[in-house]
């Protein structure tokens, strides 16, 4: 029964291609992030939703579109691959604000050849 | 800004030895802090978290972590390693409002040795 969770778990694709990562979370929970974790492990913040409104939204290329068709779900779409894009990709979720805890997927491992 | 310092990348420690992992945060606010466990392929796990209220707090996995405000710390320590605590262990501030963003540390890999 898993909490968040993400798919694919591996993407493996060519630069310049459109790929897209989904994620879905069965918390119940009204906020959704998307962070980058690089091949330091330094993780840092992409994209937040609350009730699929954006409400956080880093310095990140505009080729990274989020999408959040309805509270339980947040998309992240990516146009035009680079090489620098390859990461590890983490959802997460939290219920509100208030310092709540944030629950993680699994993440997708992206590499660009 | 919020920001968080994590000293020593990487901690070597024997089996049944002390744990100690440090953390140092900058906050012009009360801060929420956290700590989170991820092992290899995996994506994070909270091991425990501070709010409010008792500055000592326990977490999974015997983990348990004090916030000292004037330290600006919050340190997480275990009493006794088991080889199966190690993992990359991430301390993160927030400031609690209404984005509710997490600000990470740069994460310290424990390794545990029998």
């Known amino acids: 029964d898993t909490a968040v969770s993400q798919t694919p778990k591996y993407l493996v694709t060519q630069m310049g291609n459109d790929k897209s990562i989904k994620c879905e979370q069965n918390?119940?929970?009204?906020?959704m992030y998307w962070y980058k974790q690089d091949s330091k492990k330094f993780l840092k913040i992409m994209f937040s939703y609350n009730n699929k409104e954006l409400i956080i939204n880093e310095t990140v290329p505009n080729r990274f579109s989020p999408k959040s068709p309805d509270k339980a779900h947040l998309n992240l779409h990516i146009n035009s691959l680079e090489l620098g894009d390859s990461a590890v990709y983490f959802c997460?979720?939290?219920?509100?604000?208030?310092?709540?805890?944030?629950?993680f997927g699994d993440g997708t491992r992206l590499s660009i050849l | 800004a919020q920001s968080v310092t994590q000293l020593g990348s990487h901690v070597s420690v024997s089996e049944g030895a002390l744990v100690l992992l440090r953390c140092n945060y900058s906050?012009?606010?009360?801060?929420?802090l956290f700590w989170y466990v991820q092992y290899p392929n995996q994506g994070l796990q909270l091991l425990l978290k501070?709010?409010?209220?008792?500055?000592l707090v326990k977490g999974i996995n015997g983990f348990e972590a004090e916030f000292k405000k004037s330290e600006t710390s919050f340190h997480l320590t275990k009493p006794s390693a088991h080889m199966s605590d190690a993992a990359e262990y991430f301390c993160a501030v927030t400031n609690g409002g209404g984005y509710n963003k997490l600000i990470f540390g740069a994460g310290t890999r424990l390794a545990v040795h029998p």
């Open positions: 918390l119940g929970h009204d906020t």
């Open positions: 906050s012009s606010v009360p801060p929420y």
């Open positions: 501070y709010t409010t209220g008792a500055t």
């Open positions: 997460a979720s939290s219920q509100g604000s208030g310092g709540q805890p944030q629950h």
